[in-house]
């Protein structure tokens, strides 16, 4: 089963611990490693630029060393291709060679100007979450708690993705800036590790009228494994058949064409058992093909992904 995973913070663990090597069969700092990929089958994982905390005065630079981390240390080596175009994607699914797509997390150093935001496009960043937790210059996070919406660069700043064919994230964004996003895009967009609101009252989740929105406007919804948004911790442990049940309310939403997965492995200190590594990916797949028919499956693990890709990123 291929499998394509619309978020991981790789990049941030490998920036925090230079002496983490991708390729190493057993990386003991790792969730998600090559090794673990091609065990699990995944064929496509989305490396994020998310700086940590501590990095009080986010800078351009800052994000170049993540993208210096992706060119050296992942992409350079040719069992990876980096997707940035159509032409990469149906490549990698076709082929041997996995795929990687790099990703942000978080605007704060981009300050608005277009000259980054393009220079981050030329250097194969495809799509975009605007914040993360907390407000910056474009939009309040989901954690703010004046919980605004996007400020006017913010509002340019959509217009810019779109006319770029930079693909854009809502996951940790406030509703009202969910909604100001849906208002200004003229273009679809996804979710890429958020989970429903309905069954775990996390503000991280999507209410009922922002998956029928996603739905609408025919994006994505990256079903993600980090524990506390699964189940609420008052309800007990997380478990596989807890992820099932997000699964199942966004498909009696009639969501079917836009579940993904988004694990944020190597973004969490918690794990779901059998969860806890990429490779372990196989145990969701077969829980899945326990209740749904394989053609069904397989749209949740990479034909909705592939799907999504296959109109949205550049032809070559």
């Not at 494994?225 to 442990?237: H, L, M, T």
């Not at 049940?245 to 200190?269: K, N």
Request: net charge neutral; aromatic share 10%; proline share 4%.
């Amino acid at each position: 089963m291929q499998i394509i995973d619309g978020h991981c913070d790789v990049l941030y663990k490998m920036y925090e611990h230079p002496e983490i090597d991708f390729f190493d069969p057993q990386p003991a700092k790792l969730d998600v490693s090559y090794a673990g990929m091609v065990k699990a089958g995944i064929k496509v994982q989305c490396f994020a630029i998310y700086l940590p905390e501590r990095i009080t005065q986010p800078q351009f630079d800052h994000y170049l060393e993540y993208v210096d981390i992706f060119f050296r240390r992942i992409v350079s080596d040719p069992r990876i291709r980096h997707i940035k175009t159509r032409t990469d994607l149906e490549a990698v699914m076709n082929g041997k060679q996995v795929g990687a797509l790099l990703t942000l997390e978080g605007t704060d150093a981009l300050r608005g100007n277009s000259l980054y935001l393009r220079i981050m496009h030329d250097l194969g960043v495809r799509l975009i979450g605007t914040t993360w937790n907390h407000a910056n210059w474009a939009a309040d996070g989901v954690m703010e708690p004046r919980q605004g919406g996007f400020t006017r660069r913010g509002k340019r700043f959509i217009k810019e993705c779109c006319d770029l064919g930079i693909l854009l994230d809502v996951s940790h964004l406030t509703e009202r800036a969910f909604w100001d996003l849906a208002e200004t895009a003229d273009k679809p967009f996804i979710a890429s590790h958020s989970n429903v609101l309905a069954l775990c009252g996390h503000p991280r989740n999507l209410n009922d009228a922002q998956i029928r929105e996603l739905i609408r406007r025919d994006g994505r919804i990256g079903i993600t494994f980090v524990p506390y948004f699964v189940r609420a911790a008052s309800q007990g442990n997380a478990t596989i058949d807890d992820v099932l049940r997000h699964v199942e309310y966004l498909c009696a939403m009639g969501a079917q064409h836009q579940i993904t997965f988004g694990s944020d492995f190597d973004g969490i200190q918690q794990w779901i058992p059998g969860l806890e590594k990429a490779e372990q990916y196989v145990n969701l797949v077969h829980a899945l093909q326990r209740r749904y028919p394989e053609e069904l499956v397989r749209r949740f693990m990479y034909g909705n992904w592939y799907s999504f890709l296959q109109k949205r990123l550049p032809v070559q």
